[in-house]
Every structure is written in C-alpha cells, then in structure tokens.
C-alpha cells in the first residue's frame, strides 16, 4: 500500500501552533519589562505543567503511564525543548531583537535536519531538503527590511538564539522518539513538567529583582501560559507525531509570515513588497517540504525514528506516528 505523507489535520495543527508561536516574542518582550527572563519561563511553564496535570485527571481516557526508559526521554526533551530553548530565547530575545529572533528562527529547520541526518542517519528526500532552504530564503526577506538597529549586545543575543536552536532540534528528535504509545496530552504534560521544573532553578538566579508584575504583563503571562505553551505545544506534538521532525520545523518556518500578517491587521502597519514575496517563497517552501518522494525512503525515514505507520484505531493506544486523543515552538 502507498505510504501517506503528513494528514491535512496534523498539517493544521502545526499551522495553528505556529499561529501561537508568532505573537510570543512580542509578548515576552512586553512582559520583560517587568519579570526577568527566567521568571517568565518559571511562572509561564509552572501554570502550564499545572493546567495540563488537570487535563490528565479529567481526561476520559488515560494513556498508559510511560516506561522508565521513555519516561527519561520525555523529560530529558522537555528539559531541551523547554528549559534550554526557552533560557536561551528569552535572554537572546532580550538582547536582541524581536526581528532578529523571528529571522533565526528561520534556520531552525536546517538544524533538525542536520540532526534527524546525525543521529538518526535518516535519508532526506530532495524536495524536503529544497522546501527548508527555501523557506528560509523566504523567512529571511519576511523580516530582513523590518530589522532593528541593535547595540553589541544584540550579536550575543544573536548566538544564543542560535544555541537555542539546537536545542529545538534535540526536544524534536528525542520528543518523537519517545512519544510511542502516549498522546499528546501526555507527551506534553511529562514535558512541561521537565521545563517547569528546570526553569524554578534556574530563576532563583533572578531572586534579587523578583517583583510582582503589573496587571497587563500578568494577564499576557496568562497568555503564554494557556495559548503558547499548553495550547501551541499539544498542537504541535498532535502534528509532529504524524510526521518527519524537519518537515513539522519547516512549518514553523510559517511563523515570520503570521506574525507580519498580525502586524498589518492588527497594528495597521505597512506591508512591504519583499515581505510580500518572501510570504510566498515560504508558502512554497513548506509545500515542497512535504513532499514524499515514495513510500521506501518514508519506511527507511521511520525506522531511523523509531516511528511507525500504522492506521488509526480508537480503541488502542495510539502509535508514534498516528493520531493522539488530544504544542514550542515559543
């Protein structure tokens, strides 16, 4: 039978997180002026890891608890995806700009190829690898007119939001490893819980500035917390289940064109003709990046991940690469 490529619902859900993803560096830069950029992961994963342990009592059915092994994968890829990335985002957001993390975001689906191709040793498919070059090239015009002027400070900010990338790939790699027989809910519960608790750490090094934070910046912690992380993560590890780890980054790459998108309905900004062009080289790019060349190379790529493609079934627990009952990038 002819391997599937990505579902049209897991290609929507990623798109849907990716929707979310666009307004969080906005947002962590508004709330910045008033909590540090470790508090801000420790008090946005702490309610996330709170409100998702709810979800899983009330959930009508439980998966089954991971093993030890799996159990450690998930929380060694909560810890990458969530602590790490979101350290080095929210300090480099800091130094930076929000352009700039919007543009480098932008190569992170070249970094989890070169990671799935690393450790997995998985083949790429020609039109996957021209989809994630051309969705960057198209990222790259999106948001390279809108630039900031920066200090010194903005090219350290520039490196560590590069560091955080590679951390993204790892929590994209392992997480896929280790979601067999869990759906999403509980993927990223054991995930979240992983982040929250390596961000409380980490944010007593903050415990000198710690102040409560006005109503505007707590009402977008809120924000964070429910629509980026348990909102956005649950959508993306829903589509990143159903497909390769570089194709569901190569969708985020869409998350530069929501967020000029917003800008212009939004604010009432102008929209520039590069802008407009890189929109489309993107829209192709993440199209060609999800092209499946045959079902071959997709079985060699799956068993590379530790996937698997059976169908659907209700009534069992779902695989790796099949739907979950119930997603960061940022």
């Keep these: 039978m002819r391997e599937r490529g990505p579902t049209v619902g897991a290609v929507c859900a990623v798109m849907a997180a990716a ?3 666009s307004s969080s560096y906005a947002v962590t830069k508004r709330v910045l002026e008033d909590v540090g950029p470790l508090g801000i992961g420790a ?10 342990g709810v979800m899983m009592r009330l959930g009508r059915r439980r998966a089954a608890r991971p093993e030890p092994r799996q159990r450690r994968q998930l929380y060694l890829s909560g810890f990458l995806g969530i602590t790490v990335y979101f350290v080095l985002e929210n300090v480099g957001v800091d130094l930076s700009t929000a352009s700039d993390a919007s543009l480098i975001v932008a190569t992170y689906p070249l970094m989890t190829m070169l990671l799935e191709r690393v450790v997995l040793r998985t083949r790429m498919p020609l039109p996957r690898v021209a989809g994630v070059l051309l969705a960057t090239l198209g990222a790259f015009l999106v948001v390279r007119n809108g630039a900031e002027v920066g200090g010194s400070s903005r090219w350290l900010g520039d490196v560590l939001l590069l560091l955080g ?16 027989g869990q759906d999403a809910v509980s993927v990223t519960y054991h995930q979240t819980v992983a982040g929250a608790a390596g961000f409380l750490l980490a944010s007593l090094l903050e415990a000198d500035d710690w102040r409560l934070p006005d109503a505007t910046a707590s009402s977008l912690l809120v924000y964070l917390a429910v629509g ?10 829903y589509g990143l289940r159903r497909m390769a780890s570089s194709v569901a980054v190569n969708i985020l790459n869409l998350v530069p064109v929501f967020g000029v ?8 900004e102008s929209i520039r003709l590069a802008q407009v062009t890189g929109g489309a080289v993107i ?48």
Aim: aromatic share 8%; glycine share 14%.
């Design 261 to 268: 998108i917003g800008a212009v309905v939004i604010n009432g």
């Design 228 to 237: 980026c992380s348990v909102g956005g993560f649950l959508l993306y590890n």
């Design 165 to 180: 990338g590679l951390a993204w790939a790892g929590y994209n790699v392992l997480g896929k490893r280790a979601s067999a």
């Design 43 to 52: 008090i946005r994963f702490t309610l996330a890891a709170l409100l998702l």
């Design 19 to 21: 929707l979310f993803w």
């Design 283 to 330: 829209i192709a790019g993440v199209a060609l990046g999800m092209i499946e060349r045959g079902g071959a190379e997709r079985r060699r790529a799956e068993r590379g991940s530790g996937a698997t493609t059976q169908p659907d079934a209700e009534r069992r627990a779902p695989t790796a690469d099949e739907e979950p009952a119930a997603l960061p990038r940022v």
